[in-house]
């Protein structure tokens, strides 16, 4: 069947107009920033209510993301917790001009009274992480790179990137860490290489899909995040936690699926 002019050009038109939207709504969503409060209960915890704040997948590279990032820390800082806790991917891309982007929107955690501690993630050594070590330079961040923190009776421990670092799980001393024990991996479906007797696992990476149907279902996740993408995952290889991050990779845009930081408040089972 011949396509006359006129309805090709109105099939056309109806698309722009479909593909307009669409990113209208996603540019919408992405700045969207929510506050997730959840509390756990898990098997393998002493420190009955302590209470995270995690914060993943920054990018904070150009001064609209950096603004986003930097929104995203000022509510993490103003809830006070017992450790603030950044699960990789500070940068995006390798451009030098990004620096100046991520000093500005980690400026609030100089206000931060708890530990601010960090890992690397997949984007950190794609830009390079002599630079990301530069830059965060005095921001108040420590990273844990195969290394780990003590936190008033909790053991935070934080792993080396699984995609491009190489985490090593022999840091950790079995015999030397509290029962209460955090650890932080970049990609989710690393969870099955840290200690079983982790009492809770916190990663990112996944964006929670970033563009996702109104259900939440993601079209599509990265590796490092095909079979863990978002939200509490109780029975995985330890309790694992998944953030959908702040931040975005590729189009700045997010569908059904926004920004989010994540308030964590740790009971005994």
């Not at 919408?28 to 420190?47: C, F, I, S, T, V």
């Not at 992480?129 to 003590?150: D, H, M, P, Q, T």
């Not at 650890?183 to 990112?204: C, I, K, R, W």
């Amino acid at each position: 069947m011949s396509v006359t002019r006129r309805k090709f050009l109105k099939m056309a038109g109806g698309s722009f107009l479909a593909c307009t939207a669409t990113y209208a709504v996603g540019d919408y969503y992405a700045y969207q920033m929510k506050l997730d409060r959840r509390e756990l209960r898990l098997p393998k915890w002493d420190a009955d209510g302590f209470r995270i704040v995690q914060v993943s997948d920054l990018h904070a590279d150009r001064p609209r993301s950096a603004a986003r990032a930097r929104q995203a820390l000022e509510m993490a800082v103003s809830l006070k917790p017992d450790a603030l806790l950044i699960t990789g991917d500070f940068f995006s891309n390798h451009d030098p001009l990004s620096d100046k982007s991520l000093v500005h929107a980690l400026e609030p955690l100089q206000e931060a009274r708890c530990p601010v501690l960090g890992i690397l993630g997949n984007h950190d050594y794609k830009c390079g992480i002599g630079r990301l070590y530069r830059v965060i330079k005095g921001s108040n961040v420590k990273i844990l790179c195969n290394k780990k923190a003590e936190v008033r009776g909790v053991t935070i421990a934080g792993y080396d990137d699984g995609l491009f670092g190489n985490p090593d799980p022999r840091f950790i001393d079995l015999t030397n860490v509290s029962r209460s024990m955090i650890s932080m991996v970049h990609e989710p479906d690393y969870v099955a290489t840290v200690p079983t007797n982790s009492s809770l696992v916190l990663a990112g990476h996944s964006h929670g899909g970033q563009i996702c149907m109104p259900n939440g279902k993601p079209f599509y996740t990265h590796l490092g995040a095909l079979t863990y993408y978002s939200g509490y995952y109780p029975d995985a290889p330890a309790p694992l936690f998944v953030s959908n991050g702040v931040g975005t990779v590729g189009p700045d845009i997010r569908l059904f699926c926004p920004p989010e930081i994540n308030e964590l408040t740790l009971r005994s089972a």
